[in-house]
């Protein structure tokens, strides 16, 4: 089935550092999302990219979907502690559905 | 007050027991899915729900079984609860989207469920 290939599976920095995570796929795409998971909670979408080459920003967050519409790179600048999670990112198919990758976990130290 | 909730949030049963799983959300939203959740997998959709009438199987629904009591409700059953079936699982929601804007789903708490 369709697959999303997201990586590194888990980052360890140290607080102040830039940090980037990306996602790549067989598939074309035409909508690329990334999610963030807090400790205890369920996942919460960052930010949403529609356009093939498309660059968004959501304050240090800025996404990028890749112009092969088969892959995006999330980074997030000067790092803080609660940055801390789960980064998932996810793909919207025809059929309405959702899929997602298998997350990279980030650990950011004071 | 959160506009998904999900009950129980942390569960312990054991091999073979029936339970059930619940999803109440007060955004008025018509489309409900059931995620598992197990490390180094991301999330995978057992099943899916567009409204009352319809009800769709996900990636991983043997072992499952859904109901969807109301819009607003929509619970999850294992069963005969086996140890492999122990995961985190999530409710969303979403309102579809529109022609041009792709859906956002939006996640409960999740649910921590240990089957020994």
């Known amino acids: 089935g369709q697959q999303l290939n997201q990586s590194p599976q888990s980052m360890f920095i140290q607080e102040g550092e830039d940090v980037s995570m990306n996602c790549t796929s067989s598939?074309?795409?035409?909508?690329w999302l990334w999610y963030k998971q807090d400790p205890g909670e369920g996942p919460v979408l960052l930010i949403a990219?529609?356009?093939?080459?498309e660059l968004t920003s959501n304050g240090r967050l800025t996404a990028q979907f890749g112009i092969t519409r088969k892959d995006s790179f999330l980074n997030i600048s000067a790092s803080i502690p609660s940055d801390v999670g789960i980064y998932f990112c996810?793909?919207?198919?025809?059929?309405?559905?959702?899929?997602f990758g298998a997350g990279t976990r980030l650990f950011v130290k004071a | 007050d959160a506009d998904v909730t999900q009950t129980p949030r942390n569960r312990i049963t054991k091999t073979g027991k029936r339970i059930m799983l619940e999803c109440s959300q007060t955004?008025?939203?018509?489309?409900m899915y059931w995620y598992r959740q197990d490390p180094g997998l991301g999330l995978r959709l057992i099943y899916y729900?567009?409204?009352?009438?319809?009800?769709n199987k996900g990636e991983i629904s043997d072992g499952y079984s859904v109901s969807r009591q109301a819009q607003a409700k929509f619970s999850l059953s294992l069963e005969s609860a086996i140890p492999n079936q122990t995961a985190l699982y999530f409710c969303?929601?979403?309102?579809?989207?529109?022609?041009?804007?792709?859906?956002?789903?939006?996640f409960g708490p999740g649910t921590r469920l240990l089957v020994l």
């Open positions: 598939s074309i795409f035409n909508t």
């Open positions: 969303a929601t979403s309102d579809g989207g529109g022609a041009t804007i792709q859906e956002t789903q939006y």
């Open positions: 990219l529609y356009k093939a080459g």
């Open positions: 996810a793909v919207n198919t025809g059929g309405f559905k959702t899929i």
């Open positions: 729900s567009f409204d009352v009438k319809d009800i």
């Open positions: 955004k008025g939203h018509d489309r």
